[in-house]
């Protein structure tokens, strides 16, 4: 027994408490707009962000004190607390690419998971998406939005093999697992000459996709339904998958699918976690997210449903391009990565 090992990994357990509660914290910042009323103002008191977010002095000081000792917040004595600008855009600008606060509102709902999931361990059966929490919902979209703004047509629809010049002139897109409809409509409002069709088998989502179209007046190129990956219809230039594919029971037969709804020399979008083919290539701070979300939520997603195959968040780009061609695809290309996603074009 090496009890100085012992110890330091004590340390790094507490460590984890403190980052756990700290996701909390942020939530908590967040919600309350303690985050956006410290941008930019300097050095501030316990009162005076209470008095600025019209919140309980107490509170805030407990709070104040909370996040800097994680460093979100720097002490700076005299009982004052700031906010540095380097920190503030991740945790308030979501139009930034930096921005991860979305992150810590899904980890927050997929805890609360936390009793479900560890029966599903004994049991081996699954658990749908659309029965987590709604921060899950909610926070998934706000956490993949900053980088679908920022890239999706300025980079990743670009990438693609002549498909930019088909949406310009006009094409058909089916976003297929669209969610709330963060990325259908981007892809209406970059390609007013397209039609978008965006598709969800969660009753709920669809319903809020279609408020959002309506209310950026956008109602008029896009529409929605609820169907599946396997059951969605119709003819499309461009397929995409957002985060989706891994999530999915069966995986191979929606890309099956797809190949028999995709028009002649039309393109499959894949945009999925980063992640390299081997484990020991995802042990790092991305690696860690993506593999305590995919235990308590993609993992129990995809075996809620039929076949089952549960891929995982962290698939990795080999596992991908099996399925794909598995599905009669001949080619898997990589066209762009973040930090955070893989895109992935697939053709017939």
């Known amino acids: 027994m090496d009890e100085n090992k012992m110890m330091a990994f004590v340390g790094q357990a507490v460590g984890d408490v403190g980052a756990m509660l700290g ?15 410290m941008k930019g103002a300097g050095p501030m008191t316990s009162a005076e962000l ?25 002490y700076d004595g005299d009982g004052r607390f700031t906010l540095p600008d380097e920190h503030a855009i991740p945790l308030t600008d979501e139009t930034s690419p930096a921005c991860v606060i979305g992150a810590f509102e899904t980890a927050l709902g997929a805890l609360y998971a936390t009793d479900t999931i560890a029966e599903r361990f004994r049991t081996g059966d699954g658990f749908a998406w659309g029965a987590h929490d709604q921060h899950v919902l909610g926070g998934c979209e706000r956490f993949f939005r900053p980088g679908y703004l920022n890239f999706l047509t300025t980079t990743w629809i670009p990438a693609l093999d002549g498909v930019e010049a088909k949406l310009k002139s006009g094409a058909r897109i089916a976003d297929v697992g669209c969610g709330h409809g963060a990325s259908t409509l981007l ?25 959002r179209a309506a209310d950026a007046g956008l109602a008029d190129r896009v529409e929605f339904d609820v169907a599946s990956a396997s059951t969605f219809s119709g003819s499309y230039d461009l ?24 028009a002649r020399d039309g393109s499959l979008m894949l945009i999925e976690p980063f992640a390299g083919d081997d484990l020991a290539d995802n042990l790092n701070p991305v690696g860690a997210a993506y593999y305590g979300f995919s235990t308590l939520l993609c993992t129990p997603c995809s075996l809620s449903q039929e076949v089952g195959t549960a891929l995982g968040a962290q698939a990795g780009e080999s596992r991908l391009r099996d399925i ?7 080619t898997l290309t990589r066209v762009a990565e973040t930090p955070f996603n893989l895109v992935l074009e697939a053709k017939v």
């Open 23 to 37: 996701g909390a914290m942020a939530v908590l910042g967040d919600k309350l707009g303690l985050y956006r009323a």
């Open 50 to 74: 209470a008095a600025a977010t019209e919140t309980s002095e107490r509170y805030v000081r407990e709070w104040l004190s909370a996040q800097a000792t994680r460093g979100y917040v720097t």
């Open 187 to 211: 892809l209406a409002e970059a390609y007013p000459a397209s039609t978008v069709v965006g598709f969800d088998a969660h009753d709920g989502s669809v319903d809020a996709a279609r408020k």
């Open 239 to 262: 397929v995409c998958f957002f985060d989706c594919l891994h999530d999915m029971g069966d995986p191979a037969g929606a890309c099956a699918h797809v190949r028999e709804q995709l």
């Open 324 to 330: 794909v061609t598995g599905a009669g695809f001949t």
